[in-house]
């Protein structure tokens, strides 16, 4: 069979394709198939290309495509009469190894067609172009589990302004980091044991925040949240509810 | 609620004056508070001093007791070490801190007394031991309790003693430093009328400036703490030092955990 029509389509526009060698009886036991492969050699998702066959009017055949993605496409019509479609069901059955019952059955029958139709193809191939839309926006990050969590704030103590001072005595004394089973430390930059957090601080300036998972045996877990201190209490305990704490 | 008049500007008993006056100039060992930190202009004192949540006095865990010794301004000086510990670290990182492992390196006897200066200067070298408590003894190699000056450091106390050291601290001048220090949520250990003890919020009565601070009197006072005037106190901050402590060591590598891998 032969596929003639345009080499170049605009994506999400229609063309028009006529197919040579194929029979009007044929369209009962045909399949297409549209194989699209990206600039990378990557197979495009099927769904993203649609391919009809009919026969016209004046008793020619066609075939309608329309693509909703760019790219380069395979386009292949086949016609697989009812003896073809068994031998590929046999090869199928043999390669997945179908128990031998099924196997044999699927044998007999197979044998026993009579297929007046013999396996026939033809290809064409089709640029689609144009812009594709944006892919869509990945899926919102799941809600946080949550659980006990580190507070961590270091700054240098000498700086700290008096609003921050009755922040850091807010949640020292606060019940409800103590009724979650949340911790609190206020250290100094330069405190031993303070650099890996105040690296992890980097690029924050003035004092910063640390939120992490506390684990079973008082450790820290993966950092969920850093930045800047916020400014009051209230504004803290608000990141610590978005992360889980 | 009102301040009870008889704890206020209270002048201790003549043997139970040992503070004593400092021998450096002030500024000369030290930096000066209010040299390096912005005081706060007395205006904004007032609205300040109103946030009842500002208060140190939640990081004190313990009313010393220094018995009839003259270990006050080890008192001070270990009571302040201590807040600041629970403010860096928790409810759950706080030790009890022997005043007398202090006091032993600092005077000559038991009532000899001692300075502020000689106190932060000791505490932030060599350290101090924690009390002589079943669970400190538990968790430590050395412990010392807090009164009982003829009763000898056991021995390597250092060992000990420097796991728990005051890091950072200034030197302050005057009664703005001093409210300053307090309402940038730092404790002042000073001395006054021959005794020491460590201040943990301010607080106005009748237009009248106080102090409240933690005194090591035992059961004494409101719960343990007593008020001093800004007309009491102010003549004494040069003459006997105000240390207003910030930083305290790292005791235990648990204090500050490390993150975990992804």
């Known amino acids: ?245 | 609620m009102a301040i009870d008049p008889q704890f206020i500007d209270v002048i201790p008993p003549s043997e139970m004056r040992t503070c004593l006056p400092r021998t450096d100039r002030l500024g000369a060992s030290w930096p000066i508070y209010e040299d390096q930190v912005d005081t706060i202009p007395r205006s904004e004192w007032p609205a300040l001093a109103a946030q009842q949540d500002r208060s140190l006095q939640p990081l004190v865990r313990k009313i010393k007791d220094q018995g009839q010794e003259g270990s006050c301004a080890s008192n001070a000086c270990s009571g302040a070490a201590e807040a600041i510990t629970v403010k860096q670290f928790g409810i759950e990182a706080w030790i009890e801190l022997s005043a007398m492992s202090l006091y032993k390196r600092v005077a000559s006897s038991a009532q000899s007394g001692s300075t502020i200066n000689d106190n932060i200067r000791e505490i932030s070298t060599r350290g101090i031991l924690p009390t002589d408590t079943p669970q400190n003894k538990a968790r430590f190699a050395h412990t010392h309790p807090n009164t009982g000056f003829g009763r000898s450091l056991p021995t390597d106390w250092e060992v000990t003693a420097n796991r728990f050291r005051i890091l950072e601290w200034f030197d302050v001048a005057s009664m703005d430093g001093f409210v300053s220090a307090i309402l940038r949520g730092a404790p002042v250990f000073y001395g006054r009328a021959g005794h020491a003890i460590f201040a943990v919020s301010v607080k106005t009565e009748n237009g009248i400036w106080y102090l409240k601070y933690a005194n090591s009197w035992g059961e004494w006072g409101e719960d343990g703490f007593g008020y001093d005037s800004e007309s009491f106190v102010r003549g004494s901050i040069q003459s006997y030092g105000a240390v207003a402590p910030r930083v305290v060591s790292t005791w235990d590598d648990w204090l500050i955990p490390r993150e975990m891998a992804a």
């Open chain 1, 1 to 245: 069979m032969v596929i003639t029509g345009p080499d170049k389509l605009q994506r999400n526009a229609y063309g028009w394709f006529s197919v040579i060698g194929l029979q009007a009886a044929d369209l009962q036991k045909t399949s297409v198939y549209c194989v699209g492969v990206d600039a990378n050699g990557q197979t495009i998702p099927i769904d993203t290309i649609t391919c009809i066959p009919f026969t016209g009017w004046g008793g020619g055949h066609a075939l309608f495509v329309v693509a909703q993605q760019s790219g380069n496409y395979t386009i292949t019509i086949t016609v697989n009469g009812w003896r073809g479609s068994l031998d590929r069901a046999v090869a199928d059955a043999t390669s997945a190894a179908i128990e031998t019952d099924l196997l044999g059955q699927l044998q007999l029958v197979r044998d026993k067609a009579a297929d007046t139709y013999p396996y026939r193809n033809g290809t064409t191939t089709l640029e689609v172009v144009g812009a594709n839309p944006p892919p869509p926006p990945p899926p919102p990050p799941p809600p946080p589990e949550t659980g006990k969590r580190w507070i961590i704030l270091v700054r240098e103590s000498q700086q700290d302004s008096p609003a921050l001072a009755l922040q850091i005595m807010e949640l020292r004394v606060s019940t409800y980091l103590s009724s979650k089973g949340h911790a609190f430390l206020a250290l100094d930059d330069d405190q031993t044991g303070a650099k890996p957090w105040l690296d992890e601080l980097s690029g924050v300036s003035g004092p910063g925040l640390i939120i992490t998972e506390r684990l079973a045996d008082n450790g820290a877990g993966p950092v969920l949240f850093k930045g800047p201190m916020p400014a009051t209490y209230e504004a803290t305990i608000a990141i610590l509810n978005e992360h889980g704490g």
